[in-house]
């Protein structure tokens, strides 16, 4: 049975995958706004918390469920174009964005 490899890269080299233009949606969106509806403000303190999490960690393992999950959200959101979660997650591991 073949070994898979996993499919891990830096957190700066996750943070590139994403345009500087997205970064800036993300972040735009992880504001909070006190005139804003609570489920808004919860959105923004999950993103923030998400991104805290991000920050902390010592790699970004693509394939792992969370991770999935959390870069297809953004893209159900609005925060990504159409079919950006599948090129995020997707792209091959380059030496630059290994830990």
């Known amino acids: 049975m073949p070994t898979i490899e996993p499919r891990i ?7 590139f995958r994403f345009t500087p233009e997205e970064k800036a949606a993300i972040e ?3 504001v909070d706004r006190p ?3 609570e489920a808004q403000r919860m959105q ?3 993103l923030r918390a998400t991104l805290a999490d991000q920050a902390a960690a010592q790699f970004i393992d693509l394939d ?3 991770t999935v999950v959390g870069v297809q959200g953004l ?3 609005g925060l990504l174009a159409a079919g950006r979660a599948a090129e995020i ?3 091959p591991v380059q030496p630059q ?3």
């Open 44 to 46: 923004a303190a999950a």
């Open 75 to 77: 893209e159900a959101m």
């Open 97 to 99: 964005e290994l830990p």
């Open 9 to 15: 890269v830096s957190v700066k080299g996750f943070r």
């Open 89 to 91: 997650l997707g792209a």
């Open 35 to 37: 005139d804003q509806p």
């Open 64 to 66: 792992d469920a969370d």
């Open 28 to 30: 735009w969106a992880a």
